[in-house]
């Protein structure tokens, strides 16, 4: 199941959701992580350790220029109270996929982070960045992840995307996008400085 142009990033997931025969609500795979073969095993950890590497990548920029919007909240000089600051992966087919076709998207996946060292001093061992996340939140997964470890973004793509583990299979290419919305915060239609004037 791809995602639907028509439907924003939380009604996809809503359909993928409902779309699930059995244990509604839960988000890891239900398919069995010992069927899968020695080839589909080493895929996965392939997509593993390139989320890992653009982790890597990107949680310096992500501090950066999380810092850099803070100092500017903390200006009273600068116009912006407020911001947000997101950091998107997108998930696309393979292009020999059966879904696969030629005018449209193609996502799979979308997963949006906003958590990040600059703004969170209780991360400690978990979160984006973070790659030697245990596997042990999933006990139902833990005899087969032995020897693995998962990158915080490779655990969120498993285990809160209602994707199955032939889903991930199908993934082609990564998209990463970096989104920063910045805030005036509330402006009043009659500035102070003029009715005092008044």
Request: proline share 4%; aromatic share 14%.
């Given at each position: 199941?791809?995602?639907s142009?028509?439907?924003?990033?939380?009604?996809?997931?809503?359909?993928?959701?409902?779309?699930?025969?059995?244990?509604r609500?839960?988000?890891?795979?239900?398919?069995?992580?010992?069927?899968?073969?020695?080839?589909?095993?080493?895929?996965?950890?392939?997509i593993?350790?390139?989320?890992?590497?653009?982790?890597?990548?990107?949680?310096?920029?992500?501090?950066?220029?999380?810092?850099?919007?803070?100092?500017?909240?903390?200006?009273?000089?600068?116009?912006?109270?407020?911001?947000?600051?997101?950091?998107v992966?997108?998930?696309?087919?393979?292009?020999?996929?059966?879904?696969?076709?030629?005018?449209?998207?193609?996502?799979?996946?979308?997963?949006?982070?906003?958590?990040?060292?600059?703004?969170d001093?209780?991360?400690?061992?978990?979160?984006?960045?973070?790659?030697?996340?245990?596997?042990?939140?999933?006990?139902?997964?833990?005899?087969?992840?032995?020897?693995?470890?998962?990158?915080?973004?490779?655990?969120?793509?498993?285990?809160?995307?209602?994707?199955?583990?032939?889903?991930l299979?199908?993934?082609?290419?990564?998209?990463?996008?970096?989104?920063?919305?910045?805030?005036?915060?509330?402006?009043?239609?009659?500035?102070?400085?003029?009715?005092?004037r008044?």
């Amino acid at each position: 199941m791809k995602f639907s142009s028509d439907l924003d990033f939380h009604q996809n997931l809503k359909v993928r959701r409902n779309s699930r025969p059995r244990y509604r609500g839960y988000h890891a795979p239900m398919e069995e992580y010992r069927t899968l073969n020695a080839e589909e095993r080493t895929f996965l950890m392939t997509i593993n350790e390139r989320l890992k590497q653009l982790e890597e990548q990107f949680l310096p920029m992500m501090n950066a220029k999380g810092k850099e919007l803070q100092a500017r909240v903390a200006d009273p000089a600068d116009w912006m109270q407020d911001f947000n600051l997101n950091i998107v992966f997108t998930f696309y087919l393979r292009e020999d996929d059966p879904e696969y076709e030629e005018d449209d998207d193609n996502i799979l996946m979308q997963i949006e982070e906003i958590i990040f060292d600059y703004n969170d001093q209780y991360r400690d061992d978990f979160g984006f960045g973070i790659t030697s996340t245990s596997t042990h939140y999933f006990s139902e997964f833990r005899d087969d992840f032995e020897g693995q470890h998962h990158c915080y973004m490779y655990q969120e793509l498993y285990a809160h995307s209602y994707l199955e583990w032939s889903d991930l299979l199908r993934i082609g290419d990564i998209y990463v996008e970096i989104k920063i919305e910045e805030q005036s915060g509330m402006l009043p239609v009659v500035p102070a400085s003029t009715e005092r004037r008044a």
